[in-house]
Structure formats: structure tokens, C-alpha cells
DNA sequence: TCCAACCCTGACGCAGGGTCAGGGTCAACC
DNA sequence: GGTTGACCCTGACCCTGCGTCAGGGTTGGA
């Protein structure tokens, strides 16, 4: 006979555990001794073992009794569901040790691969790593907001990446973001922004494109904000002057 | 600007997720809008992201607050630890699956593989199921109460069943234990018993052996119960008898 | 005889949320 | 402009699977 420590000993487990479970029914409270201390069989120790291995793989306290006193079929059935579930908690596990090894790597963990290229690229093209944390969060802002929309932008910004004239834009945009409202350099900057809106409006069809893009971020510098002010004020009198001809 | 859900969605947690991590101050309390609504960065993603991540691979939340401030040193530091702990688990997930995979198989998951072949040689000789349960009790507890004599117990079992003569009392007894007490077999079968006692307590040295190793589960059979009252007996009998020689 | 190492019951604490109560908002359609 | 359904807010209790403390009694060996 034996004792609650030596029972739970036996099984791996703490006394508490062991009280616990009577506590809950998941194992029969035992004959006691003379002096009241609970007193064990063998048997206990078998049905102690079986419940730790169904409460190891991850089966709640309160499914294992059923499934201790189920009939062999259902019995089997059950312990291919956990086995399943198992395995899946396993795959699961592997996943995290993936993505654990990411955290360190910036954004690759919120943002899919292509749009991470894109962030990348900007890079490579010598844009401010501030800029680019703004489009970071553009994206994130997008995913969140109009995730149906993320693949043709995609397409998009790629697309404007691979053609010179409008990286060139995009770099001098970059660049001009801490420049005083005023500096001279920037009426020529919004010159160049103002054609290219023209070309590109016809292109594709969609108007105020390039003031979209910029004033989200734009918050954090002047000098942007007037150029989408700008930009905004010429388009106004282009379609003014459309009216009336 | 994101609402609560749609911050939730986005790093794939519920609203009460993202609302106990401000409670408990691992996330900050961003702005609100007009009518009280949190409204949250494209950051408070980036932030939640991590924070799930870490979360995921089972650092406690109270652990990520100070991993996502520290150093890169003791952050990386930290990140293999909790990489090698995560492989840990998965090993013991695997090691679960393989125990649960035992759970239809008796006592594979009680007793060590020796003792389960010593209990499988048993079957093979024929000896009854009730028995061999018995025997199976017996090993459990003395491995909880005296695992250190557990080797050589081993040893001497084998021994035993390699002795034809033993193997043969082995199987009368088994077979005597629903015989009535005063059943005329009993008696040739003790003296039989009586006379290994005997000869083995000369080759061993230990005395009271076979007394000891019925005793213990003889509880259940009155026939068992006449076996070792007559073999003590007989043995005191002899002791006085060497004490007056 | 004393001490450490057990045993007992009962109760609270913990993470990481789930869930309900009781209320206010927003957007869209009729 | 009223209704509906999907959101949002706070606060509070509930859950699992034990750990841990309090406040005792028992046992066994030096």
C-alpha cells in the first residue's frame, strides 16, 4: 500500500495533482488508515499513469474520465484525435520557432513577401528609412482596412518602380521632405508632379492618384503638405477650365 | 486610423485579447476618437504582432514587456532561449504521442520493458490472467516503495522461469488458487513448496522468500492463505528444532 | 523526547483570456 | 427619421490546472 507522496512519485506528479484530481472525480478517493492518510494500490498507480498520459497530450481533466471508462471503439477513435492533435500542435510549434527567428527582421512579420520586396527596393533606391517606415505603414494600413485592394497595388508600385521617370520623382520626393515650404527647389519638384499626375491620369484612368499616396503620410512634413496642396489647387482649375471651354 | 477589431483581425486575436494586453499594460492605450472608441497606428500592429509572437511560443506576458525593451544582445540571447525551449516542448509533445500510442497496451506505460517480458513469460507458461495482474500489482508497488531491489528482483524471476522445477510450482500454485482450503491436493503441492523453500534458502541465503512473495497477494485466495500458514509453521518448526539440536 | 518529514483540510492566487450585463454609436436601408 | 445589425465601451465574474500558504495532526528515526 501506498501512500499519496509515494502514489505520486510513482506517476511523475505532484501530491497537489493528486488531491486535485480526487477533488474533480478523476481519480477514486482511496481507503484511508487509521490515522486518516489516504492508502493506495497498485491500481491506483496504473489509473494515475493513464490519466497523466491522456493530461500530457493535452486532453482537459474533464474529458478523460469519459474517455477512460469509453468502449474500445470509441476509445481508439478518441486517441487518434488527439494523436491528430497532436501533431498539429507539434507542426504548430515549428511554425512559431519560424516566425520567433523573424522577429528580429523588421517588418517580414506583418507584411507579406511582396510587399517586404517593395520596401526593400525602395531601399536599394537609396529612399530615407523613414520614408520608408511611413509606406510600412501604409500597407499595414491598407492590409487592415482593404485587403482586396493590396494585390493591385502591388502590381501598381512595382510597376512605378520599374520605370525611371517615376522613381526619379519618387527619390526627389523623398529628399524634399525636410526642405523648408518655401525653397525655391520645390516649385520645380511640384511641376514635374503636376505632368506626371496628367500623363498618368490618362493612363490608368484614376484621377487625384498621387495626392492619395501623399497625404496620408504628409502629416509629418510641411514641405509635402504643400505640394498636395498645390497639386490640389492645379487639378481644381484644370477641371474649371474643361467646364468652360 | 483602426478600430479595435480591426486591429484584432489584422494580427489575428479577439477584441478581449487586444483589451487585456492594455489592462495589463503591455500594449498602450492609444487615442480615442469623439466617441470614445480606441483608434489605433499602423505601430500598435507592428507592436501586437510581436508581442502575439512572442505570446505564441509561450513566453509569458509578463516576460514580453521587458524582451521587446532590451538590448540586442540580451534580446537575441533571449530569443535562442526561448527557441531551444520550444524545441524542447516539441520533443515532449513527440515523446507524448508515442506514450499515448501505448495506452491500449496494458502495462507498457506502468512497468519497465524486463518487467513486462517477465509478466508476458508468465502468459506464455499459461498462468492465469487474475494472477498475472496480481503480479503486476506487486511489481508496481515494490518499484514505489523499493525500486533499488527492483534489478536483482528482475534477476531472479528470470531465474526462476529458466528452472524447470520452479516453473512447474509456479503453475500448481496458480492453479490452486480457487482450490477449497482442505482440497487433498493442497497438501502434497505445500510440501513440494515446503521443499524448495528449503533447498533455495541454502542457495540464496535469504530466508522466508517464497512466504514473502505469496503473502503480499494471497488476500484473495483462502487456498493461499492455508499455503503460507502451514509453510510458516513449519518453518518456525524447524528453527526451534536447529535451536534444541 | 525532539525534529524533520510526512499527512490532512480549506482557501486564495495565477495566466490568459471567455462571457455576460448594461449601455452607447455608426451606417445603411426603408 | 426610425429601425436594424454590427460595432464600441466598462466592469465583473467564470474557467482550467494546479501552486502555495495557513493551521493543524502523525510518524519514524536519532
Known amino acids: 500500500m501506498l501512500t499519496i507522496s509515494q502514489l505520486a512519485a510513482t506517476a511523475g506528479v505532484t501530491v497537489r495533482t493528486v488531491r486535485h484530481y480526487h477533488h474533480v472525480g478523476l481519480l477514486p478517493e482511496p481507503d484511508r488508515d487509521a490515522s486518516g ?9 496504473v489509473d494515475l499513469i493513464r490519466i497523466r498520459t491522456l493530461a ?7 474529458r478523460i474520465d469519459a474517455l477512460l471508462h469509453a468502449q474500445p471503439t470509441e476509445f481508439a477513435a478518441a486517441i487518434t484525435d488527439i494523436d491528430v492533435e497532436l501533431q498539429r500542435r ?47 505603414d501604409a500597407w499595414i494600413l491598407m492590409r487592415a482596412l482593404d485587403p482586396h485592394a493590396v494585390p493591385q497595388r502591388i502590381r501598381d508600385k512595382n510597376a512605378a518602380f520599374d520605370d525611371p521617370g517615376t522613381t526619379r520623382l519618387y527619390l526627389a520626393c ?14 520645380r519638384l511640384i511641376d514635374d508632379l503636376d505632368a506626371w499626375e496628367i500623363s498618368h491620369e490618362r493612363d490608368s484612368g484614376r484621377s487625384g492618384y498621387l495626392k492619395l499616396v501623399i497625404s496620408r503620410i504628409s502629416e509629418a512634413s510641411p514641405a509635402w503638405q504643400r505640394i498636395v496642396a498645390v497639386l490640389t489647387h492645379r487639378a481644381e482649375q484644370r477641371r474649371t477650365a474643361e467646364h468652360n471651354s
Chains 1, 2 share one sequence.
Open 37 to 45: 492518510y489516504r492508502s493506495y494500490s497498485a491500481q491506483a498507480a
Open 56 to 62: 500530457d497530450a493535452g486532453v482537459p481533466l474533464a
Open 174 to 187: 523623398d529628399r524634399a521632405v525636410d526642405w523648408d515650404p518655401h525653397d525655391p527647389r520645390l516649385d
Open 90 to 136: 507539434i507542426d504548430q510549434l515549428t511554425e512559431y520557432r519560424r516566425r520567433i527567428a523573424e522577429l528580429a527582421g523588421g517588418e517580414r512579420l506583418v507584411l507579406p513577401p511582396e510587399v517586404v520586396a517593395i520596401l526593400n527596393r525602395m531601399r536599394d533606391l537609396g529612399i530615407g528609412e523613414r520614408r520608408v517606415r511611413l509606406e510600412r
